[in-house]
């Protein structure tokens, strides 16, 4: 059950039972801090989990706090960020709350239907480092097309891929630890696209070592950017363009490059207004890497997936009739005197 506490300009009203006995919540007071922000302290039970939800029209409720477990400190920081609300509740924690909240979540990362997509995954518990070793896990039309190591982009072995889950599979297991009432479940979900970016569960706090938690990063699949204005080739930093293809209008490419200690970025350009009037049309990209100033000497390499989704379209405007269209890769580094690869890409496969 929850405890409700709603509030809205100069309005607060409480409601409610907890788990069948009557408890009075209330707001005891607020006011404004030295930064212009509205503190509210209220008289939630020391010990209990409660998070804070929001509402513009008392029918859709979202958390727009972490789970809360109330000490001898009692208040709560209105967030900036919610602005826009009208109304928000007190909503103590248990396992009904955590149901709905499953429930929602999973049904908002189903809305989503990816299709191609990529996420960094990594387990948390007593295991070899090789099996809580992050991961990059890429789907392509619903399926796992590869998965690599995060510290060194090396493909992990198909035999080993059995050790990963799917998101749908990691809700699963948080549905599981639901229905057999866990001892303690953590879960934080996205929320943008609901699926569980967080979690921690132990089944059994008498056991030693046999809490397991996992950790999910989702990341959407890059695109070709289209910009007028190609940036300058000489502020790209040096790498190796090792392969390249086209795939179900995904560009797919294998980089190499030193470093090891920072992130590095990639971006793939190019100029909607500047198709070549050949025959098959050409067009020139440009690969662009920043390095981040990384001075480490490892040689790292890393594939990664363009969707060719804007340029297809900006194509299609153009030239509605055609459906070959010939890709000039520039701005890598190779070890011959070559710099330019070219590709095809059959935009009606």
Not at 62 to 81: C, E, L, Q
Not at 154 to 164: A, H, I, L, N
Not at 193 to 217: C, L, N, T
Not at 249 to 255: I, T, W
Request: charged fraction near 25%.
């Amino acid at each position: 059950m929850l405890k409700l506490i709603y509030i809205t300009t100069g309005i607060i009203t409480v409601s409610s039972i907890i788990r069948g006995a009557e408890w009075q919540l209330e707001w005891t007071s607020y006011k404004f801090n030295a930064q212009g922000q509205m503190e509210l302290s209220h008289n939630v039970p020391s010990g209990q989990a409660y998070v804070i939800e929001a509402s513009e029209d008392l029918l859709h409720w979202r958390a727009v706090s972490d789970r809360m477990v109330t000490s001898d400190k009692k208040d709560w920081v209105f967030p900036a960020t919610e602005a826009t609300q009208r109304f928000y509740r007190l909503a103590l924690v248990d396992r009904a709350w955590e149901k709905l909240e499953f429930d929602r979540n999973r049904q908002l990362w189903r809305e989503q239907s990816l299709g191609s997509y990529q996420y960094v995954f990594n387990w948390s518990c007593f295991c070899l480092p090789e099996y809580t070793a992050p991961v990059i896990i890429n789907v392509e039309r619903g399926e796992w097309s590869e998965i690599s190591l995060v510290r060194d982009g090396k493909p992990v072995k198909e035999d080993d891929w059995k050790r990963y889950k799917t998101i749908e599979e990691l809700f699963d297991i948080i549905d599981q630890a639901l229905l057999q009432d866990a001892k303690e479940i953590r879960v934080e979900y996205d929320p943008d696209f609901g699926y569980p970016s967080s979690v921690f569960i132990d089944y059994d706090e008498m056991i030693a070592d046999e809490e397991r938690g996992f950790s999910v990063k989702l990341e959407a699949q890059p695109s070709i950017q289209l910009m007028a204005q190609i940036p300058d080739a000489a502020a790209s930093d040096a790498f190796r363009l090792l392969e390249a293809s086209v795939s179900n209008d995904l560009l797919k490419l294998e980089v190499e490059y030193g470093g090891g200690c920072r992130v590095h970025l990639f971006e793939i350009i190019a100029d909607p207004d500047a198709f070549l009037e050949s025959w098959p049309i050409q067009i020139n990209i440009y690969m662009k890497h920043e390095s981040h100033d990384d001075f480490c000497k490892a040689l790292v390499r890393k594939k990664l997936t363009f969707s060719l989704d804007p340029l297809k379209e900006a194509f299609k405007g153009l030239y509605p009739k055609n459906d070959s269209l010939i890709l000039n890769i520039h701005g890598f580094r190779s070890d011959g005197e070559g710099t330019v690869l070219t590709l095809p890409f059959d935009v009606n496969p």
